[in-house]
């Protein structure tokens, strides 16, 4: 009697979410057009893009590592680093840095203790900017945990940044 070994669930390395990521490779052709794609779903598994995943979605695309870092640095979509439990983003757009933004940016790094585009030490808070977020109108604007919210001032920033802080996250 022959037996049959079921296909396996996870990648030869034992990670299930290089599985998941070479069956999106695959579903794209390995073509090296979907590079944004891809690196897009590597994110979503892996939380960020560490270089070794890096070199591995350039081996599977047959793509130089260095076209592959250009685009995961080129936009800000994507991180190089583990990103915190919570996420400020402040806009640093032209209606937001005419309205205060500068002044919210400076708070919040001191009191985080962290410049923008880090983490805390504990992993716990992230403070990003971004170009424009869009919402002009409402300037100045700030992302907590992916909720936007308009006309911040620094007092505002730092009283919700420090709420994450009270509960743990010093």
């Known amino acids: 009697m022959k037996t049959s070994v079921p296909p396996s669930s996870t990648h030869p390395s034992g990670d299930k979410r290089l599985k998941i990521l070479d069956a999106t490779i695959k579903r794209h052709q390995y073509q090296q057009d979907a590079l944004i794609e891809i690196l897009h779903r590597a994110s979503e598994l892996f939380g960020y893009l560490e270089l070794d995943l890096l070199r591995y979605i350039s081996h599977s695309l047959k793509l130089p ?7 995961a640095t080129f936009y800000h979509l994507f991180s190089l680093a583990p990103k915190g439990v919570h996420n400020c983003v402040v806009c640093t757009g032209t209606a937001c840095y005419v309205k205060g933004s ?5 708070n919040v790094e001191q009191f985080t203790q962290i ?13 990003m900017t971004a170009r424009c977020l869009g919402a002009c109108g409402i300037a100045p604007a700030v992302v907590f945990d992916g909720a936007i919210l308009g006309n911040q001032t620094p007092e505002s920033v730092c009283e919700k940044v420090g709420e994450w802080w009270q509960n743990g996250t010093k």
């Open 65 to 71: 590592p260095s076209r592959v870092y250009g685009v």
């Open 102 to 106: 500068t002044a919210i940016l400076t």
């Open 115 to 127: 410049h923008a585009g880090e983490t805390t030490a504990n992993g716990q808070i992230s403070l």
